[in-house]
Antibody, heavy 119, light 107 residues
Framework: EVQLVESGGGLVQPGGSLRVSCEAS????????MDWVRQAPGKGLEWVSY????????DYADSVKGRFTISRDNAKNSLYLQMNSLRGEDTAVYYC????????????WGQGTLVTVSS | DIQMTQSPSTLSASVGDRVTITCRAS??????LAWYQQKPGKAPKLLIF???SLENGVPSRFSGRGSGTEFTLTISSLQPDDFATYYC?????????FGQGTKLEIK
């Protein structure tokens, strides 16, 4: 069974930093591209970042470019999102999502971790 | 970025009804469209990909159509478990984008 379990969310002050993690199981993590998608309270879904299976190719939404860094450790079956210079508008549930690759959709989603940016 | 626009934003219907949700893309995305269902406090669940391919385990009352810029999700006979919010998503580009969502409510 595919499982994605996020952790590391919490309350952080504006301008602060936080790293959220995602531990994967039930599939060959190193073979899959991965994404982060977020959802602000009561709002819709917003793609945040992408990483290729090897970690060599990265992409970011304009709203987080230069502030967020996606990474992965295939030996630990883990995905990370380092978030710096956090703003109130970054407050959201952050989902770790498996990406089947070109021409195929995002399929499995974790349960999400809530990041709240507030003083 | 490719903009995705869903209609309606809210849909009221009854068990047994046939309902259709529309999603329009700001430019052609071929068939690279997915539909997701989300219930309150839960993660989205993939229903349909490649505009019309049903994900494994998804009931056959769900169907998708379309290509280019206009797409539809149809539920042929609403069941109590189907009342949720539905999102379309384009994956023609790596920076995927979602529609704003359609909340399907019980009439």
């Amino acid at each position: 069974e595919v499982q994605l379990v996020e952790s590391g969310g919490g309350l952080v002050q504006p301008g602060g930093s936080l790293r959220v993690s995602c531990e994967a199981s039930g599939f060959t993590f190193s073979s899959y591209e991965m994404d982060w998608v977020r959802q602000a309270p009561g709002k819709g879904l917003e793609w945040v970042s992408y990483i290729s299976s090897s970690g060599s190719s990265l992409d970011y939404a304009d709203s987080v470019k230069g502030r967020f860094t996606i990474s992965r450790d295939n030996a630990k079956n883990s995905l990370y999102l380092q978030m710096n210079s956090l703003r109130g508008e970054d407050t959201a549930v952050y989902y770790c999502v498996r990406d089947r690759g070109w021409g195929l959709p995002l399929d499995y989603w974790g349960q999400g971790t809530l990041v709240t940016v507030s003083s | 970025d490719i903009q995705m626009t869903q209609s309606p934003s809210t849909l009221s219907a009854s068990v047994g009804d046939r309902v259709t949700i529309t999603c329009r893309a700001s430019q052609s995305i071929s068939i690279w469209l997915a539909w997701y269902q989300q219930k309150p406090g839960k993660a989205p669940k993939l229903l349909i990909f490649k505009a019309s391919s049903l994900e494994n385990g998804v009931p056959s009352r769900f169907s998708g159509r379309g290509s280019g810029t206009e797409f539809t999700l149809t539920i042929s006979s609403l069941q109590p478990d189907d009342f949720a919010t539905y999102y379309c998503q384009q994956y023609d580009t790596r920076s995927v984008t979602f529609g704003q969502g359609t909340k399907l409510e019980i009439k």
